[in-house]
């Protein structure tokens, strides 16, 4: 956890609701951090439905396995998360510690093995030690209240410089539901003290499959159109709970049901604050940059052109740099590999045009761009007069702090 | 051009010897820097074949499109090199620039227009003014020498710290034949700045396909196994000229020869040495990093994971803070989407195992590791488990020079 907040960090920071059928609690167990809590354990109330999506990485922790083994049931009683350690490339003594934990949290709470979920953050290739969670999962358990999303927050932070939470609400039916999220993010990855975990609470009514369709949908202009450093964590979770408490819930059972359409665009709305905040607490990022491919050949096209832009280490300094480099952004889109013509490219920051049709728009004023630059929120455009294929990513700055950050703190 | 030449440069410097069939000159043309020469200007004698590699950008610059197009009859009789402007993104004027410059020359070396070739390396998205070129064109013909081969190799550097340049011999046959190769690099691209340019020289007498086939082959393992930032150039461009001037050089129509044996071996050796300076002139690097993967699927595959590895910003920031963070090195594995399986990998920093069968070597001494750390060159190996698939690649890690050279200079 930096002593210093980001300068992107949101400056409201919303009250968050109880969610009815969710009790949170947390602890310090003393992973790794001292004098901060570095546990989060969540319970919920019997008929809770779960989904999550979870790392592509070939080489996935021992909480990612557990998760998507236990995900078939599509029930959930627990979720216990620690910071500290990622119980990633472990070995045995990671699946043990797995089991340990699943196992003394079903205790305390009073539910199936398989109905608990589990997921860490921290260091790679420690053993974690599980036992220090014995020692405070039954004082969680009788200490969980409705209304801890901050705390919780806050106790699975690693690198991150503040708590991510968001929260909104809709209708469904005759009844109002709440959804609230946590993230933690930092670097897209940085294994050695982070990770992307994220978790969704809503009191709404929704089988499991149908939640698992919401949160696919969901993720793809979200958490999936977010990166920091291209670096693909062995952790990355994102799991969603609904208890189906609220008062009134009419039980959904297909994600094309009618009644969700207030839903789908709340938990949208909820998806897209967190992974912003993520990109705002990119590690030692000082500017949130936007980046905006339109005219591509097609959706997924316009995706990898613009994650070949944000993910330009060239790109990303002239951006830290206040230099609108376009000729970068050039290099960029040429080196996706995808459709596009030199002589049709078109490319703006902060809405000015600076090339137009493969040449250097000599109608742009310099000092008008580098005010833009100078901003904290910086929008980059690229138009590829090749189709109608349109996508947008977030990212951030590359800056000398990212590499002080990922490359000092061990020598 | 830095002041202050990259501590990985390598000590010695070769002697370039001359080769028969071609002429060398430099000028100052002012194309953007002041003080040191930008034009290299290479004259071959008729009967020279000449063969290329290009960038795969989508975008390339002018001056690729035009060697592309003239690469068909095979034959070369001059080359122009400018370094301080790319050429690159500059619509009709970059057509037109292309087309001046070729004309002045084969004016001035007596050669037809297709005879010529072309590349630029500097500034991306400036008009190219090529006019500049007029002035020094006839006397750099007139001052051509055979031996001038450091002298080129200083005219086309751009934020190179120093100029790059290797030789080797062969025999063909009863022939003593030489091999010459100057290269520029510095970021594998920094398109304000620099671009990958190479260029080979040989008085061999082989046959245009044949040529063109050995190149091919020849850089698989050597340009094409080195990577700085990932990032690539609009301009990368890497030509070989063979005179067929050496005595008593036998014609050689096929590359499946045998009596290009020594020959094959001698063209890789000049490849890989300006492949690897290169990599030492990273921008901003301290440490040469020796990636290899052994047990992969295929050599592709292992390719593609050693890429992973070495284009990940954790990993390069880890090296530069000579951390032997081996849990970085898991997560680029699992990120490749290459065959993987994390319980059977073992990984190694210069030569001591840190990593085995998916957890940590608890036999490794900490002191050890973290004295191979300090070295300025690091090898680093990963071995999957899984076939017979290897290969080796080449960068330098990311510290906050990189981020300087790139972010700081129009700041």
Same mark, same amino acid.
């Given at each position: 956890?930096?002593?210093?907040?980001?300068?992107?960090?949101?400056?409201? %920071?919303?009250?968050?609701?109880?969610?009815?059928? @969710?009790?949170?609690?947390?602890?310090?167990?003393?992973?790794?951090?001292?004098?901060?809590?570095?546990?989060?354990?969540?319970?919920?109330?019997?008929?809770?439905?779960?989904?999550?999506?979870?790392?592509?990485?070939?080489?996935?922790?021992?909480?990612?396995?557990?998760?998507?083994?236990?995900?078939?049931?599509?029930?959930?009683?627990?979720?216990?998360?620690?910071?500290?350690?990622?119980?990633?490339?472990?070995?045995?003594?990671?699946?043990?510690?797995?089991?340990?934990?699943?196992?003394?949290?079903?205790?305390?709470?009073?539910?199936?093995?398989?109905?608990?979920?589990?997921?860490?953050?921290? @260091?790679?290739?420690?053993?974690?030690?599980?036992?220090?969670?014995?020692? %405070?999962?039954?004082?969680?358990?009788?200490?969980?209240?409705?209304?801890?999303?901050?705390?919780?927050?806050?106790?699975?932070?690693?690198?991150?410089?503040?708590?991510?939470?968001?929260?909104?609400?809709?209708?469904?039916?005759?009844?109002?539901?709440? #959804?609230?999220?946590?993230?933690?993010?930092?670097?897209?990855?940085?294994?050695?003290?982070?990770?992307?975990?994220?978790?969704?609470?809503?009191?709404?009514?929704?089988?499991?499959?149908?939640?698992?369709?919401?949160?696919?949908?969901?993720?793809?202009?979200?958490?999936?159109? %977010?990166?920091?450093?291209?670096?693909?964590?062995?952790?990355?979770?994102?799991?969603?709970?609904?208890?189906?408490?609220?008062?009134?819930?009419?039980?959904?059972?297909?994600?094309?049901?009618?009644?969700?359409?207030?839903?789908?665009?709340?938990?949208?709305? @909820?998806?897209?604050?967190?992974?912003?905040?993520?990109?705002?607490?990119? *590690?030692?990022?000082?500017?949130?940059?936007?980046?905006?491919?339109?005219?591509?050949?097609?959706?997924?096209?316009?995706?990898?052109?613009?994650?070949?832009?944000?993910?330009?280490?060239?790109?990303?300094?002239?951006?830290?740099?206040?230099?609108?480099?376009?000729?970068?952004? @050039?290099?960029? %889109?040429?080196?996706?590999?995808?459709?596009?013509?030199?002589?049709?490219?078109?490319?703006?920051?902060?809405?000015?045009?600076?090339?137009?049709?493969? *040449?250097?728009?000599?109608?742009?004023?310099?000092?008008?761009?580098?005010?833009?630059?100078?901003?904290? *929120? #910086?929008?980059?455009?690229?138009?590829?007069?090749?189709?109608?294929?349109?996508?947008?990513?977030?990212?951030?700055?590359?800056?000398?702090?990212?590499?002080?950050?990922?490359?000092?703190?061990?020598?």
């Amino acid at each position: 956890m930096s002593s210093q907040v980001s300068p992107l960090a949101p400056i409201y %920071v919303p009250d968050m609701p109880a969610i009815a059928g @969710v009790r949170l609690a947390t602890a310090a167990a003393g992973i790794k951090y001292v004098g901060r809590t570095d546990v989060l354990l969540a319970l919920f109330e019997p008929g809770t439905t779960v989904a999550g999506v979870f790392t592509r990485s070939k080489c996935p922790s021992a909480p990612v396995e557990w998760c998507r083994d236990k995900m078939k049931t599509g029930k959930a009683r627990a979720l216990v998360v620690n910071s500290g350690n990622a119980n990633a490339f472990t070995g045995k003594n990671g699946r043990d510690a797995v089991n340990f934990t699943a196992r003394i949290a079903s205790k305390a709470a009073g539910c199936k093995l398989n109905e608990v979920f589990l997921a860490s953050t921290g @260091v790679i290739g420690e053993p974690l030690k599980a036992s220090a969670f014995d020692g %405070v999962m039954d004082k969680m358990v009788a200490d969980a209240l409705p209304n801890r999303f901050l705390d919780a927050a806050k106790a699975i932070m690693t690198t991150d410089t503040f708590p991510k939470v968001a929260t909104a609400r809709a209708r469904i039916g005759k009844a109002t539901v709440t #959804i609230n999220g946590i993230a933690k993010g930092a670097g897209m990855i940085a294994p050695d003290m982070a990770t992307m975990l994220s978790f969704i609470f809503t009191d709404a009514a929704i089988a499991a499959p149908a939640l698992r369709s919401l949160l696919s949908d969901g993720v793809t202009d979200t958490f999936n159109a %977010v990166t920091i450093d291209g670096d693909t964590s062995t952790s990355d979770t994102l799991l969603m709970f609904a208890t189906g408490a609220a008062k009134n819930a009419p039980r959904i059972a297909r994600a094309s049901d009618p009644r969700l359409k207030a839903f789908k665009k709340a938990l949208l709305q @909820v998806l897209a604050n967190l992974s912003e905040q993520v990109a705002r607490d990119g *590690e030692g990022a000082r500017k949130l940059v936007e980046i905006t491919v339109e005219g591509a050949v097609s959706k997924s096209s316009a995706r990898r052109i613009a994650m070949s832009i944000a993910n330009s280490p060239l790109v990303k300094t002239a951006i830290a740099g206040e230099d609108a480099n376009w000729g970068r952004v @050039v290099m960029a %889109v040429g080196k996706a590999g995808e459709p596009a013509d030199r002589d049709r490219l078109s490319i703006w920051f902060g809405g000015i045009r600076v090339a137009h049709k493969g *040449e250097r728009d000599p109608s742009y004023d310099e000092q008008d761009v580098s005010a833009v630059m100078k901003k904290p *929120e #910086i929008s980059l455009k690229v138009a590829l007069g090749m189709g109608k294929g349109r996508d947008r990513v977030l990212t951030c700055d590359l800056t000398k702090e990212y590499v002080a950050i990922n490359g000092d703190y061990r020598s």
